[in-house]
């Protein structure tokens, strides 16, 4: 399964602003924070915290996550 993955505000620290990524089998919410996690574990915290959006529809922890989707991650920002 591939999908695209957008980071945001500080996660673009750690990973590109979008990059393809390429998974065996469905994966969920969860189970892609983990293995953002394991790629990076200083983004651990930050990515415990932060919001996945799946084609633009904010996700739970549970939801799957389909081929082809085009995923964000969210962390939280203050404006000004």
């Not at 750690?14 to 983990?34: C, I, M, N």
């Not at 790629?39 to 996700?59: C, D, F, G, V, Y």
């Amino acid at each position: 399964m591939k999908i695209q993955l957008l980071s945001f505000a500080a996660l673009k620290d750690y990973f590109p602003s979008k990059q393809e990524l390429t998974f065996d089998g469905a994966k969920s919410v969860l189970e892609l924070k983990s293995y953002l996690s394991n790629l990076n574990p200083e983004a651990t915290n930050l990515i415990k915290i932060s919001r996945i959006s799946i084609n633009q529809i904010i996700a739970k922890d549970s939801d799957s996550i389909t081929e082809g989707a085009v995923v964000a991650i969210l962390p939280p920002s203050s404006g000004g």
